[in-house]
Nanobody, 118 residues
Framework: QVQLVESGGGLVQPGGSLRLSCAAS????????IGWSRQAPGRQRELVTT???????NYADSVKGRFTISRDNAKNTVYLQMNGLKPEDTAVYYC????????????WGQGTQVTVSS
């Protein structure tokens, strides 16, 4: 099993920046994909961004150009750099680890709160 721990959330003003971290441990298999999702009260969980073992990335249109995902394989850590934050970015952010080889299990962290407000 893989364990994920998110950190770096907090309160920021609109236009501010924040960097989230997701530290992975356990039986980490390759190839794999790590992503960030978010969920605001009363809304469905939204996939924000993903990064695969090779480094290829994808972003939701709502964050494209503002958020950047990266991974440090030596530290088993994935980062989400968030710039130009907007109030609508307020949510609990979760990282997830997806195995890309059979049986392709998915693991989730507990989440970290991001609040963007004046």
């Amino acid at each position: 099993q893989v364990q994920l721990v998110e950190s770096g959330g907090g309160l920021v003003q609109p236009g501010g920046s924040l960097r989230l971290s997701c530290a992975a441990s356990g039986n980490i298999l390759s190839p794999n994909l790590i992503g960030w999702s978010r969920q605001a009260p009363g809304r469905q969980r939204e996939l924000v961004t993903t990064i695969v073992s090779t480094g290829s990335t994808n972003y939701a249109d709502s964050v494209k150009g503002r958020f950047t995902i990266s991974r440090d394989n030596a530290k088993n850590t994935v980062y989400l750099q968030m710039n130009g934050l907007k109030p609508e970015d307020t949510a609990v952010y979760y990282c997830n680890f997806q195995e890309l080889s059979f049986p392709a299990y998915t693991y989730w962290g507990q989440g970290t709160q991001v609040t963007v407000s004046s």
